[in-house]
């Protein structure tokens, strides 16, 4: 399976770059290597199926660059974070910013190789599933980030498509307005509760009836339902 993936290591420790390099393309991938995010950043990140990020490196950390990969790049890469630092903190910082999968120093050749191919298997999974979600007549496209309900297109703002986005892809599922903040606000962002609820009321209003599939409930938060 490993023959045609491309898989970027960013990593400031030359060493440990070389090892997984040597090592990975033993495992038959295509490895390239970036020495800072700075330098990741300057590749084309479209063109790998996965990334292997340091998260402590001098000057740009691995959480930036994987938020800048998600959110100003807008790509849906799979990325394993490396780090010698475990902390709930980390972790969950980790996988708010987008991450796939979570690595702690030292691992194992063996280890790690198992982790990209089970995170891999995942990517492909989704690919075949569909990037247009429909429900009556109103549909989502993932890709073109657009919303037609009844072949009219309605102009959502980037925020207010990724809430819909989050909502319906948890459909019958209460999300706090904490996780909302969580996913859709970066974390340099300095942005209160309330912003969820004047984007969702934002949102009500421009999709419609489909706005009262939008239920709120008190310490719970927010959730679709139809």
Known sequence: MTDSYKILVVDDE????????????SE??????????EEALNKSIDRFDLLLLDVMMGGMSGFKLADKIRRELGLSVPIIFLTARETENDLLTGFNVGADD???KPFSIKELTARIKAVLRRGKQVETKAKVISIDTME??????????????ILLTRKEFEILAMLI????KYL????????????DVIVT?????VNI???RKKIGDYGNCIKGRSGYGYSFEN
């Open 201 to 203: 009321a934002r949102l």
């Open 102 to 104: 979570y690595l702690s």
């Open 193 to 197: 509760e309330r912003n969820v609820d």
């Open 14 to 25: 030359r060493d440990l770059c070389e090892i997984l390099q040597f090592n990975l393309a």
């Open 176 to 187: 706090s307005r904490q996780e909302i903040l969580d996913r859709i606000w970066s974390d």
């Open 140 to 153: 989502l496209d993932l890709n073109r980030k657009s919303v037609v309900i009844d072949q009219e297109n």
């Open 169 to 172: 892809s948890n459909k019958g």
């Open 28 to 37: 038959g991938f295509d490895i390239e290597v970036a020495y800072s995010g």
